[in-house]
T-cell receptor
Framework: GESVGLHLPTLSVQEGDNSIINCAYS??????FIWYKQESGKGPQFIID?????DKRQGQRVTVLLNKTVKHLSLQIAATQPGDSAVYFC???????????FGQGTRLTINP | EAGVAQSPRYKIIEKRQSVAFWCNPISGHATLYWYQQILGQGPKLLIQFQNNGVVDDSQLPKDRFSAERLKGVDSTLKIQPAKLEDSAVYLCASSQMDRGYYNEQFFGPGTRLTVL
């Protein structure tokens, strides 16, 4: 069935560098895309979302880019900090259903 | 405001035993979700409630899993009998109800189930 997936399972970056986490999706009937952060032993925590009629949205140190042509979503984290170490999931909201479909996740590790 | 509460946080059982998980959503949130998250994977929706009615249970293994949300607030998820492949984290989430539109889901800490 249709699903959201991620290109890389792990990503290691140096503290202070920028991180880019990618996601590919296949469901055209999605109206929102969301990035979640999940730390060990905790539930997913909302980071940022983007509506399907937008191509870029910025938050505090984070930017989400949406390319509907190639069905690609990315999360950019500026000046990564040790507290950014976690697993990051992209998810898509199925239009009209309030139903999220999650990808597999990328583990981000920050090296000192 | 208080977040989504879940209990227990951890549970270890043997296969063929039964187990139940409890969730208390954020006050005022009409929509409640149960997800199953197998190690290394993203959460997978098991069942979605709107108030005390089931909206989507298409991925719930109904031969062994059941869930209820009496009075439209707290919810319980039960597994009977458990199988080894049920080992996972069971996440509860809630959101406000805005029919047909996306509403942010807030997740609880989850219950980690180990089936031996």
């Amino acid at each position: 069935g249709e699903s959201v997936g991620l290109h890389l399972p792990t990503l290691s970056v140096q503290e202070g560098d920028n991180s880019i986490i990618n996601c590919a999706y296949s469901n055209s009937a999605s109206d929102y895309f969301i990035w979640y952060k999940q730390e060990s032993g905790k539930g997913p925590q909302f980071i940022i979302d983007i509506r399907s009629n937008m191509d870029k949205r910025q938050g505090q140190r984070v930017t989400v880019l949406l390319n509907k042509t190639v069905k690609h979503l990315s999360l950019q984290i500026a000046a990564t900090q040790p507290g950014d170490s976690a697993v990051y999931f992209c998810a898509e909201n199925i239009r009209g259903a309030q139903k999220l479909v999650f990808g597999q996740g990328t583990r981000l590790t920050i090296n000192p | 405001e208080a977040g989504v509460a879940q209990s227990p946080r951890y549970k270890i059982i043997e296969k063929r035993q039964s187990v139940a998980f409890w969730c208390n959503p954020i006050s005022g949130h009409a929509t409640l979700y149960w997800y199953q998250q197998i190690l290394g994977q993203g959460p997978k929706l098991l069942i979605q409630f709107q108030n005390n009615g089931v909206v989507d249970d298409s991925q719930l293994p109904k031969d062994r899993f059941s869930a209820e949300r009496l009075k439209g607030v707290d919810s319980t998820l039960k597994i009977q009998p458990a199988k080894l492949e049920d080992s996972a984290v069971y996440l509860c989430a809630s959101s406000q109800m805005d029919r047909g539109y996306y509403n942010e889901q807030f997740f609880g800490p989850g219950t980690r189930l180990t089936v031996l």
